[in-house]
């Protein structure tokens, strides 16, 4: 018997008043220049980055800075060391990157022209997370070790410091949210898992999972109004398409992206505004918006 979000496209939120229907879609908007995945992302899903990654041809770490103007991608310029396994937060006038292969301990600012190298990480990550602003910003998660990580690194925009360990050492996960409420969703422990943990500042506390175990996966939005996109669900690489919002309280599966990729780049302010970019599915320039046009993001199904 078919599903309804098979036959609708979309799925009912189970709750105990009357149930709601997420309308969100995605959609196709214009291409990356360089095909890339595993970069670094930073900005809204009008105004984006994509930094660093691996991907060209041949195949390589990439120092390619591409910006999206809401409709098309334009390079700029490149930083200064090619990297992937890097992530970054900020906006298109101010931004950070930071960690590379290995478990690069490298950092980059942007100034809306130019890339300038400064203080280096208290320790090396690659293939973590982050969540934050150019002068307000963390990073967690990733490897070294192997097995994943759990600490916690704060940028305050001139030094470094640790924060609080993460419950769960993960790498290959999504972040998003503010340096002081931000989310750890996915990733591997080493196992996949459907893990999310939140941040105040200071220490990070387990919370609802997602309803798929994923990892490579995207994260956009805040502590209150998220979104999880893409990623892979088992070993070898099961690309999905899932895109799960995050409401404060539960995780809701709605719409698939058109493609399905994973390590792809992620912008957005909420769950109602998103941007995917890029990706492993193989590496791609594919671009989709992620909209939901009703002011409150449901309707009443009666």
Avoid at 178 to 188: D, T
Avoid at 197 to 222: D, L, P, V
């Amino acid at each position: 018997m078919a599903t309804y979000k098979e036959i609708k496209g979309v799925t009912v939120q189970t709750r105990d008043e009357d149930p709601s229907l997420f309308v969100g879609s995605w959609s196709s908007s214009g291409s990356l220049n360089t095909a890339v995945q595993n970069m670094a992302s930073a900005g809204i899903e009008t105004a984006a980055l994509s930094v660093g990654g691996y991907g060209g041809s041949p195949a390589a770490a990439q120092a390619v800075n591409q910006q999206y103007n809401g409709s098309t991608w334009s390079e700029q310029n490149d930083i200064n060391s090619a990297r992937h396994g890097l992530r970054g937060g900020g906006t298109t006038t101010a931004a950070i990157v930071a960690g590379g292969p290995g478990g690069s301990d490298l950092v980059e600012t942007w100034n809306g022209s130019s890339w300038t190298e400064t203080t280096e990480m208290t320790g090396g990550k690659e293939n973590g997370a982050s969540a934050g602003i150019s002068n307000a910003f963390i990073m967690f998660g990733g490897v070294p070790p192997a097995t994943g990580d759990v600490n916690t690194f704060y940028w305050n925009g001139s030094s470094w410091t640790e924060g609080g360990d993460m419950n769960q050492a993960k790498r290959n996960l999504a972040g998003f949210g503010l340096y002081n409420a931000a989310f750890a969703a996915g990733g591997e422990t080493p196992s996949i898992t459907a893990n999310v943990e939140s941040y105040n500042g200071s220490s990070w506390t387990e919370t609802t999972n997602m309803n798929t175990a994923k990892r490579s996966c995207r994260g956009t939005g805040s502590t209150t109004a998220g979104l999880v996109y893409g990623g892979t669900t088992s070993p070898p690489a099961t690309y999905v398409a899932i895109t799960e919002s995050w409401n404060g309280s539960s995780w809701t599966e709605v719409a698939d992206m058109a493609t399905a990729r994973s390590t792809n780049g992620g912008a957005g302010t909420g769950n109602t505004l998103a941007l995917s970019f890029g990706g492993e599915s193989p590496i791609t320039t594919s671009t989709e918006e992620w909209t939901v046009p009703e002011a409150n993001s449901t309707i009443t199904v009666s």
